[in-house]
């Protein structure tokens, strides 16, 4: 398989056209290799408009997700290279490494076990050395780490625990992807003040669960 060509087919044909136009961004999905944060079965899929399970029987939310909603939210962030970076669910570490270039230091924190060691290994063999991949439950954040100037869930949750707008800087901002199917908002949320935070809900998606997140609660009659 040639995977520069189809690195950009992905580029042209999914990214560009959901709007992701930033010349540095596009340029970053080209250096970094999606192809090598899949499993080894599935590397001729690394580039198709989808999200992509990280094992096999993996549970829901366990995923690579969709090209196109990494690059946006990547797009979106607009993060200024000399940031320290909180990620909740590091999966097989594709997005963090995409982080990783635009960023002073990125910790990520994944709940498997198995996840973290290998998307440490994928980070270094990728030559991504300003990533620390945490094996923690990322509900919590890491306060003892922060404050942080960008948080960043790769995965949907029902809503944002105040826990983690908590854990940013006055002018940080945090980024997630909220609601239940079969519609979510993209969410940027930005910290004002000590008491205050802006939302913005710019696009629709829709992304598979982080695990351990609430969910709202659900009445039958």
């Not at 398989?1 to 010349?23: C, H, K, S, T, Y």
């Not at 635009?102 to 270094?124: C, D, F, G, T, W």
Request: charged residues 20%.
């Amino acid at each position: 398989m040639n995977f520069d060509q189809a690195r950009f087919n992905m580029i042209e044909q999914q990214i560009r056209p959901w709007e992701v136009l930033d010349g540095d961004v596009l340029a970053l999905l080209s250096v970094v290799k999606r192809e090598n944060f899949v499993p080894t079965g599935m590397k001729a899929l690394a580039f198709v408009d989808t999200e992509l399970p990280l094992r096999e029987g993996g549970a829901r939310g366990q995923a690579l997700l969709a090209p196109r909603l990494e690059a946006r939210m990547l797009q979106d962030l607009a993060l200024q290279g000399h940031e320290r970076v909180l990620e909740i669910g590091t999966g097989s570490g594709y997005m963090a490494a995409l982080l990783a270039q635009r960023a002073a230091h990125v910790l990520s924190l994944e709940i498997e076990s198995e996840l973290a060691v290998q998307a440490r290994k994928n980070l270094a063999l990728s030559g991504v050395s300003n990533v620390d991949v945490r094996h923690a439950d990322g509900v919590a954040g890491a306060a003892a780490d922060g404050p942080f100037d960008v948080i960043v869930l790769s995965g949907s949750v029902a809503e944002v625990p105040q826990r983690l707008l908590a854990q940013l800087k006055v002018g940080g901002r945090l980024a997630a992807i909220v609601g239940d199917e079969p519609m979510m908002r993209a969410t940027f949320i930005t910290r004002n003040s000590e008491t205050a935070w802006t939302t913005t809900e710019p696009w629709d998606t829709v992304a598979p669960r982080l695990m351990s997140f609430a969910e709202h609660p659900h009445f039958s009659f």
